[in-house]
Structure formats: C-alpha cells, structure tokens
C-alpha cells in the first residue's frame, strides 16, 4: 500500500512524456452520448464486481442513485475532460480512499508537458487559502498572503469543489483537504481548467488587498523556479533524506520517525524490519529513554510489516493486527481494459485463493505461501522486554492507508497519546493490497480499484473516520515559512509539563 507516494508524483509528473496533435485532438473531441453512457456502466459494473469495500460507507441505493443521476446527466457529446468532471463526483460518494477517478494518461501527459498552470504552492489552515510558495516571476506575491478569489471565484468555495471531486476514506475531510492543497494547481487543471491567466485578489497580513494577473507556467518552468528559490521540495520521504526508520535521541526522550511503511525502502539500507525495530529499542533501553514520540506524519503507506515490529516492542498482550482480508472475486473481468498486465493476477488468484461459505475468497494453502497478508492475520507475541514509557503519536491528513492502520493499532495495543490532526487513512477498514487502473474505453479516463478488503482489529468504534487526536495541532501558514515545527513543539510541552 505504498499508495500516495505514487498518486502525487503522478500528478506532479514533467518526465520525458511528448503530446502530438493526435494527442491535443483527443483532448477536444467531443465524444457521442451512446459512448459516454458506455463508459458509465463499464464502470459501474466493473466496481461491483470486484470492489470488495464498494458499499462499506455507501449503501448500493445511494450508488446506483448517483449512478442513474450521472447518465441522467449526459444529454449532449462532451470532450473527455468535461466527462471526467462529472464522473469524479463518485470519489466522494464511493468514500474509499485507494479508489480514485483520475483523467486520461494524455490528459495528464499534456498537464505535464504543454499545460499552463497556477504557479503558485498553497496551504489551507482554518478555512483560509495561503500562498505558501511563490514560483511565479510576479515579484508582488508574498509567502504567507492570503488568496481570497481566483478568477473571480471565492477561494474558499473553488478549494471546497476540489476537495469534494477527490477521494477519501469514510467520513473524513482531513485527506481530501490536505491533498488538494498539495496538488491544488493539478486539481484546479483537472476540474476547472488551464485558463493562461490567473486574476487574483490577496490580502497581506494587515489585511491589504492586491488585484495580481498572474500569468500561467508550465510545470517545468515552475518547478525549476521552486528548487532555485527553496531548494528541493519533498511532500513525502525519499530516498536520501536520511534513514526511513529514524531514531533520535534527546534526554530521556526519543523520536522515532515513521517515514513510510514500506519495508522495501528500509530494506534499500541492508536491515530488515525485524532487525532494525530491535536495535532501535535496545538503544532506547539502554539511553534510559521515558518518553517515545512516534511521528507518523506524511506517511503515505506500505505494508503492515513496520507495523507489526513497532507494536511487539510497546504492546503487554499477544496481538492481531487484521480480523480479516478477502476478495469479492476470483478473476477480473474485461482484462483489456485494464492498463496493468492481469494475466498473472488471474492465474494466482485461480489456484492461491478459495472461495469460503460467506461468498468471499480467502488464501488457500500455496496463497497463504506465497502472499504476505498471511502473517497479519496471525496472532503475534510481544518481545521479552517491551517498553514502559509514555508513547506520543504524532498524526496528520497523510497519515495514511498502512499508517492509518499503524495509528489504529497503537490506539488499541497501547497507552499512546495522539497529537497532530485526524489520521486521513481509516482506522477500521481499508481496502487495498492489490489495486488496479480501469481505463474507460471511450473517454480514456481511468479508474484507480483496489480489489482486498482488510478488516481492522482496532478498538475504534466509528467506522468512518481515521484516529482522532486526543489534542488537535496543526502548524499555520507563519510555521511553515518559518520552518517551525509546532506540532513537536507542543509535544515537547506536554512531555515537559508531565501530562
């Protein structure tokens, strides 16, 4: 589940992709009622037949009644970008957040490559749209100011209609919102369009308005003016910026940072999980360390494994990470449709898994083999010498699938603390591991699905949201230009304070 990684450097993407005129007339060519109609009920037949979580959070009245009200809707030929304005309305009401519909691979290639857009990095703190980064060559613009409207739209209300196209899990705003003004430009080009101007009213910090015509940049142009002025911008941790699994130690505190859940990335520094969750803890114990601060914020995901090492070394009782982790089918229809190579899929699932009595397919024997959802769904024992200390977990929007999950199971398996914002990965259900991209036959846009239904053991009691902190701290617009950490400062503070 190594997930949102992937979705924002795709969104971000300026590789060496070139768009041709065939490409630019795909773009505009409008396409037939009949087909787009077609396309609706390809995906709506595809999600119910392999979408083991489709109606976990949406009862299947109100999805087919949004389905109906989409055909309903198609009265006259559109273009495809203007089809897929209506059709990303579901990933709000599908309420999955590894299910996405995005636009077309030319569409996106062409945003990449030749598309004019905002170049402007934003943040959204207390309703309000901020300039956190000025990539612009408009020397008026400011870090910090406040965008009241764009193109003569409110800004608060154009950030709430991108937010409502994207996906999430459950209930929960946190995700949708902190996505969206991450990839606020790639939204703005998605669902409202490449306009080559950008009429903008700011306010600076005394509440003085300034009217800006700011002129659309490629990404490239605008990615080479952001590492110029702010050096190389990480949204999520990469290779080279230090260890994946980090430790450090200050006093009789120590900060183990979570970066991402995937055991690959901290494989790439030759130690397994097992071995370095161990040596972490053995150097904690023998620092005389008090206080353990977990910070999983900006994990986008992975897999359970980094899970299931933290939890051995802070839980008293033995341990279940997963209740359950199934599938609704054995093979996945329409295979040409699908921009993946199913071929190997189909053929494990048709000897690795079995259709049990309730209808759903689980690991047979050689599945149980060979797949590494297995041992989550085993029980667990903690290590000999577990630690006794208080845990403080610091959470946020990005915290999400695997780190959702490993938010969930330290609220059940520990006595840990929760600072930060709502976990934007679920902390009851996910539904995940093997996903894949529908591509719809005459549109072209796709559809990301994710086929294993995981089921949560966690203690919490509402289904539709992720860990909710036990203090709520985010840092505002004034921190992040500042390069000040408020969220562990004020960690420190109730560490300090004997909370």
């Not at 700011?214 to 910026?241: M, P, T």
């Not at 048709?350 to 590494?372: A, E, Q, T």
Request: proline letters at 3%.
């Amino acid at each position: 589940m190594k997930f949102l990684q992937t979705i924002i450097f795709s969104l971000c993407l300026i590789g060496s992709y070139s768009v041709n005129a065939q490409d630019v007339a795909m773009l505009t060519a409008l396409i037939p009622v009949d087909q787009l109609l077609e396309d609706i009920e390809i995906l709506k037949t595809n999600l119910e037949k392999i979408h083991p979580g489709l109606y976990r959070f949406s009862s299947k009245e109100i999805l087919d009644k949004k389905f109906a009200e989409l055909k309903t809707g198609i009265t006259q030929p559109m273009d495809a970008s203007a089809f897929y304005k209506k059709i990303a309305s579901l990933n709000k009401v599908i309420k999955n957040g590894h299910t996405m519909v995005i636009p077309s691979e030319t569409f996106d290639n062409y945003k990449a490559t030749e598309g004019r857009l905002l170049p402007l990095d934003v943040y959204w703190d207390k309703e309000s749209l901020f300039v956190l980064r000025n990539n612009s060559d408009e020397e008026q613009i400011e870090d910090g100011m406040q965008i009241d409207s764009i193109n003569g739209e409110s800004a608060k209300h154009v950030f709430y209609y991108l937010s409502d196209q994207w996906t999430r899990d459950g209930d929960n705003t946190t995700f949708p919102e902190g996505i969206t003004y991450r990839a606020f430009r790639d939204f703005y080009a998605n669902s409202i369009g490449m306009p080559d101007t950008y009429d903008l009213v700011l306010s600076d910090g005394n509440g003085a308005r300034k009217n800006i015509k700011l002129d659309a940049l490629k990404q490239s142009v605008i990615l080479g003016n952001q590492e110029q002025r702010y050096g190389k911008i990480y949204d999520y941790w990469e290779k080279g910026q230090g260890d994946a699994l980090a430790l450090e130690i200050k006093g009789n505190t120590a900060i183990l940072s979570v970066k991402t859940c995937s055991t690959s990335d901290v494989r790439k520094f030759g130690r397994s999980v097992k071995k370095l969750m161990n040596q972490h803890f053995d150097k904690m114990q023998s620092n005389n360390v008090e206080h353990l601060i977990i910070d999983l914020r900006s994990n986008g995901g992975g897999a359970e494994i980094i899970s299931r090492e933290l939890i051995k070394h802070l839980s008293q009782e033995k341990f279940v990470l997963f209740k359950d982790s199934y599938l609704i089918t054995k093979k996945l229809p329409n295979k040409k449709l699908y921009k993946e190579n199913i071929f190997w899929t189909n053929l494990f699932a048709s000897i690795g898994i079995k259709k049990g009595k309730d209808d759903r397919y689980r690991l047979n024997g050689l599945g149980r083999l060979f797949y590494r959802a297995n041992p989550m769904l085993k029980e667990h024992k903690p290590v000999k010498e577990i630690f006794t200390g208080k845990v403080y977990t610091l959470i946020d929007a990005y915290s999400f699938s695997a780190a959702g999950e490993m938010a969930a199971f330290l609220d059940t398996y520990t006595n840990s603390v929760f600072i930060g914002e709502e976990t934007g990965g679920n902390a009851t259900s996910v539904v995940a591991g093997e996903m894949f991209t529908l591509e719809l036959p005459n549109s072209k846009n796709r559809v990301r699905i994710p086929v294993v239904q995981q089921i949560v053991n966690s203690k919490f009691q509402t289904p539709g949201r992720g860990v909710i902190p036990d203090f709520e701290v985010k840092n505002s617009i004034e921190d992040l230009i500042n390069k000040r950490d408020a969220v562990m400062e004020y960690t420190f503070d109730l560490i300090r304070s004997s909370y």
